[in-house]
């Protein structure tokens, strides 16, 4: 009760005219105790505190978070297609999505449309399966470069960076994506990336608000009976850095060395490159929404393994030139295995 009279009292204010506003006033919407720096352009604003975190008052009042979501989702909207209108042998931008596993199937051909629905420049989608056996081989649009990447070991934990490093190697457009493969992305997300890039940006974060479906409602958008703004989000995030989908050249891709390949397991590579990332020019700005597909939190329901909390920790305490120049000198991206595998124990330990 309590928490609601406070979001009653202090939220619903604000909320309420940001919202009925004929303008983007409703990206500046964040927690009390939070601060946002908006972009000189006034296009999006940057979240002036560490680590993602959750808007407090859809929490409480989730109606809000519904109006929130709707509003956002107007604004730009999500579209899936079963190809790209602008498919060719020359892409501007390649996605790469790194996929393990048959229970999140839907959750990518669901992600896959929304990337063919995208406008404004070519693109091309190259999705990296990480697992001993393929269990994609025929199940992906015929416009999708699926890579078959068997681990070295059948217990070897996913490896993200790998499986990025793996598609990095094959893309041919000068912009990489570094997409996950439950996150479904706005129409025009290709164009404001490549608006951003053409004035000079190395890496483009774009993402504002993450909007988190609920199971039903996921299930309900895999089989065709809802629509996004047919439900409330569960929870909405902000702060979101290189995790979720990022955007980096090619070139300066591997100018910091890529993703890190010794982080085999959950979590730790995005922070690791997004600091590396740093030395480059960076739109940090956030103005767009995605949405993002249900599934069960399993091992993800940590934010790092102990393993990769230890790495990060580590490699935190090493100066960022000094990581780049390191990584430049490992091969990465070798379809035999990633660069931090050195055994096949069922504790999945790497150097």
């Known amino acids: 009760?309590?928490?609601?009279?406070?979001?009653?009292?202090?939220?619903?204010?604000?909320?309420?005219?940001?919202?009925?506003?004929?303008?983007?006033?409703?990206?500046?919407?964040?927690?009390?105790?939070?601060?946002?720096?908006?972009?000189?352009?006034?296009?999006?604003?940057?979240?002036?505190?560490?680590?993602?975190?959750?808007?407090?008052?859809?929490?409480?009042?989730?109606?809000?978070?519904?109006?929130?979501?709707?509003?956002?989702?107007?604004?730009?909207?999500?579209?899936?297609?079963?190809?790209?209108?602008?498919?060719?042998?020359?892409?501007?931008?390649?996605?790469?999505?790194?996929?393990?596993?048959?229970?999140?199937?839907?959750?990518?051909?669901?992600?896959?449309?929304?990337?063919?629905?995208?406008?404004?420049?070519?693109?091309?989608?190259?999705?990296?399966?990480?697992?001993?056996?393929?269990?994609?081989?025929?199940?992906?649009?015929?416009?999708?470069?699926?890579?078959?990447?068997?681990?070295?070991?059948?217990?070897?934990?996913?490896?993200?960076?790998?499986?990025?490093?793996?598609?990095?190697?094959?893309?041919?457009?000068?912009?990489?994506?570094l997409h996950d493969n439950d996150l479904l992305i706005p129409t025009d997300y290709v164009i404001h990336i490549m608006q951003h890039v053409l004035k000079g940006y190395d890496v483009v974060n774009l993402k504002r608000f993450i909007f988190y479906l609920s199971e039903r409602h996921s299930n309900s958008i895999f089989s065709g009976k809802a629509g996004l703004t047919d439900a409330t989000p569960d929870s909405i995030m902000q702060n979101s850095e290189a995790g979720g989908s990022i955007a980096i050249t090619r070139q300066t891709y591997d100018q910091i060395g890529g993703m890190d390949e010794t982080f085999v397991g959950w979590g730790g590579e995005d922070n690791e490159f997004w600091e590396r990332a740093q030395t480059l020019k960076v739109w940090l700005y956030g103005f767009l929404p995605l949405v993002h597909l249900w599934h069960p939190a399993g091992s993800e329901s940590y934010r790092f393994s102990n393993n990769n909390l230890k790495r990060y920790q580590t490699l935190s305490g090493i100066s960022v030139n000094t990581r780049i120049k390191q990584l430049r000198m490992v091969p990465v991206g070798e379809t035999s295995g990633p660069a931090g595998w050195v055994g096949h124990e069922v504790s999945g330990k790497h150097r």
Request: hydrophobic share 40%; proline share 8%.
């Open 1 to 177: 009760m309590k928490a609601l009279l406070g979001v009653l009292v202090k939220d619903v204010p604000r909320y309420l005219p940001a919202l009925a506003r004929n303008d983007a006033s409703y990206l500046a919407l964040c927690n009390r105790a939070e601060h946002l720096e908006a972009a000189l352009d006034g296009s999006g604003y940057r979240c002036n505190w560490q680590w993602t975190s959750d808007l407090h008052a859809p929490k409480v009042l989730p109606i809000l978070g519904h109006w929130l979501m709707k509003r956002a989702l107007t604004d730009h909207p999500v579209r899936r297609l079963p190809q790209p209108e602008l498919h060719s042998q020359q892409p501007e931008i390649s996605f790469i999505i790194g996929h393990r596993g048959m229970e999140r199937l839907p959750h990518l051909l669901a992600t896959l449309e929304s990337i063919a629905g995208q406008v404004g420049f070519p693109i091309e989608c190259i999705v990296v399966e990480q697992e001993v056996k393929s269990g994609l081989g025929g199940k992906l649009p015929a416009w999708v470069h699926h890579i078959h990447t068997p681990p070295p070991a059948e217990n070897m934990p996913y490896c993200r960076s790998w499986a990025f490093n793996v598609g990095a190697k094959a893309a041919r457009g000068r912009v990489l994506v």
